[in-house]
Every structure is written in structure tokens, then in C-alpha cells.
Nanobody, 121 residues
Framework: QVQLVESGGGLVQPGGSLRLSCAVSGFTLYNYAIGWFRQAPGKEREGVSCMNAIRTYYTDSVKGRFTISGDGAKNTVYLQMNSLKPEDTAVYYC????????????????WGQGTQVTVSS
């Protein structure tokens, strides 16, 4: 049974940092692409970042601030988020599936339950 379990969300001040974790069970890391999506209140869910065995992808608004990485020994994917802004406030979801030719995770087969990130002073 595939499970994606997120952790690490919380409340942080603008300019601060958080690291989200996605613990994967049911398959070995890199058998699927793993990524992060987010959904803010009243907005559509958007892709933030994803990775597979050979490449990573970042949406423009997080480039230079967020870093995705994986630990095969722990079967866990991380999203290090630095220089956080109020507009980063959202529920962040871990997802697994397949990427398109641009490296974007557009064929999601599995979702995590989400973790809230709030950036506010």
C-alpha cells in the first residue's frame, strides 16, 4: 500500500525557513517522480517542485528559495523553503507520479494528506 506522509509545516515569520518532509512507503524512491504541490485558500492547487532520478523542477515563484532533495536510505523527500513570503502560505501536498517532457509532475498517482504552512508576522 502506497503512503505519502508529510510533516514539517507550521507558522513562520516572513524571511524565515521551514523544511517539509515526505515519508514514502509502498515503493522505492525514484520509482516514481516525487513532488510538492500547494493550495492557498480560494486558489487552485499548483505545482511547486518535483524530482525524479535525473532532474528537478521548480515553479518560477520559488526558484532560488526552495530546494527539493531525496534521501534514498530513508525513502524520504524534503522541501527546504527559505526566504519565505506571505504568499507562500498554503497547504502543501506531497505527490508521486510521472513527469512530462518539461519535468513537471502532471500525472499524479498518489497524494499525501497535506501540511499547513503559514507565513505571517
Amino acid at each position: 500500500q502506497v503512503q505519502l506522509v508529510e510533516s514539517g509545516g507550521g507558522l513562520v515569520q516572513p524571511g524565515g525557513s521551514l523544511r517539509l518532509s515526505c515519508a514514502v512507503s509502498g515503493f522505492t524512491l525514484y520509482n516514481y517522480a516525487i513532488g510538492w504541490f500547494r493550495q492557498a485558500p480560494g486558489k487552485e492547487r499548483e505545482g511547486v517542485s518535483c524530482m525524479n532520478a535525473i532532474r528537478t523542477y521548480y515553479t518560477d515563484s520559488v526558484k532560488g528559495r526552495f530546494t527539493i532533495s531525496g534521501d534514498g536510505a530513508k525513502n524520504t523527500v524534503y522541501l527546504q523553503m527559505n526566504s519565505l513570503k506571505p504568499e507562500d502560505t498554503a497547504v502543501y501536498y506531497c505527490a508521486a507520479g510521472y513527469t512530462n517532457t518539461l519535468g513537471f509532475l502532471d500525472d499524479v498517482r498518489y497524494w499525501g494528506q497535506g501540511t499547513q504552512v503559514t507565513v505571517s508576522s
